[in-house]
DNA sequence: GAAATTTTATGAGATACCTCAAATTTAGGT
DNA sequence: ACCTAAATTTGAGGTATCTCATAAAATTTC
């Protein structure tokens, strides 16, 4: 009880006793390696994950090249996309980075959802926070050439999800091209150029942002 | 009050005499011409629009390019995305052929939300809906070459705006181009090509889908 | 109904990006 | 520690797509 409360924080307020008893009743905590894959494409959603340590890639394939949707932080849910709708998962979930979730049973949320209407209001708020990233994702690869895609990559790590200048990225160069929309080699030259122009520092996946002005400009421009 | 209802249909059940009665008290109904725009990227976000009659474009814009996200046909709401979140749209709205909306104050289906469970779970359902297709979205203007792209449109055209093997487009070839994120001459030019190769036959804005295995195969391989 | 604007159309040239190939470095498994 | 597989890197060549220019057709405006 002690260990949810503090990991769910916010997602449990206004709670009855009856209402916590019933998550905690129908919840497991897991744990994952790098690599290993929480949920694939196609796959029955019967439960929604929260993410309480590590990373986590969220991505689609199609024939066999992957675009990486969304990465989640610790804190984040996977798989509200599949309450009240679709009973298997339009995307597959894999671990950047050795991970603990929670497993909470979908039909559990679902009546949360519905004898807690702040409970609704804020799982509410969250897919729109979603939505609007996704329009962020959608501009950024359409619109915008490699350069101002890469930038755009960059700074969401530092600012949203490492939130340092300085970080261990832990996305490969193939990750990274796959959150960009391009292929591994354009991921790898533009980021030596970056590096060769001193707009961020890279020494493997050691990655130090040196001017946020510049990828800021990049982003811009496209 | 007959009228609401009618066209709102399915979205009110399980509504008490007094959420009714807010409903009512809470909304207009408004025409508007084609081409006219019915919220601007960073206006204020104050009521969410349910689509009576027409066709809107909900679109994104960066430089002087733009990017249709959604084409929305009657029966779906625009806004929702704003509900319990950003008090600014993050796109705007434009009509495609002349339109008649129920404009709802946005405080008032908060309320709703918050008083009515089963209505939360419709909304939530609907933005999941919507989720759903801008993940599609997301692939194929990402991962297909123009071909596939345009076949994509031409599907989702027929099978989810006008349910009809032949239709009026409305669309001009710019819109159909910032639909599928390419420039307007490229889309001509496909389009053209479609047409010679009997895929579809069209005539300025008419267009009759000839073959949907041609169509979908093209969607599938990209 | 004529003028002005927008839309549609087509060609040629430029270029951003991908693909393929081959080498080196790094990481993983036993 | 060794072997294998995966990840990173770099170059060269090809191509999908965009941009620019220009013109005809269609639509809107007054």
């Not at 449990?12 to 690599?35: A, C, H, I, P, R």
């Not at 494409?41 to 066999?64: R, T, V």
């Not at 702040?118 to 897919?127: G, P, S």
Request: charged share 25%.
């Amino acid at each position: 009880m002690h260990l949810i409360q503090k990991d769910f924080g916010k997602w449990l307020n206004n709670f009855t006793e009856e209402q916590l008893k019933m998550v905690m009743d129908n919840q497991v905590k897991l744990s994952y390696n790098k690599g290993e894959i929480i949920s694939k494409q196609g796959g029955f959603a019967s439960h929604i994950i929260f993410l309480s340590e590590g990373l986590i890639k969220i991505y689609k394939e199609h024939n066999d090249k992957n675009l990486i949707l969304k990465l989640v932080k610790p804190g984040e849910f996977i798989g509200l996309s599949s309450l009240f709708s679709k009973s298997t998962f339009d995307y597959s979930a894999a671990c950047i980075d050795d991970s603990k979730v929670y497993s909470i049973n979908i039909e559990t949320l679902k009546t949360l959802v519905k004898s807690n209407p702040d409970f609704a209001e804020k799982i509410i708020w969250l897919m729109n926070q979603n939505t609007s990233q996704y329009f962020e994702r959608i501009m950024s690869l359409t619109q915008k050439q490699l350069h101002g895609r890469i930038a755009d990559a960059i700074l969401h790590l530092s600012r949203e999800i490492f939130e340092s200048t300085s970080f261990n990225m832990l996305l490969t160069r193939r990750d990274l091209a796959e959150f960009c929309g391009m292929s591994t080699e354009s991921a790898i030259r533009i980021l030596k150029e970056f590096h060769n122009d001193k707009i961020v520092n890279i020494d493997g996946k050691m990655m130090e942002v040196i001017s946020f002005p510049l990828l800021e400009r990049l982003s811009e421009v496209g």
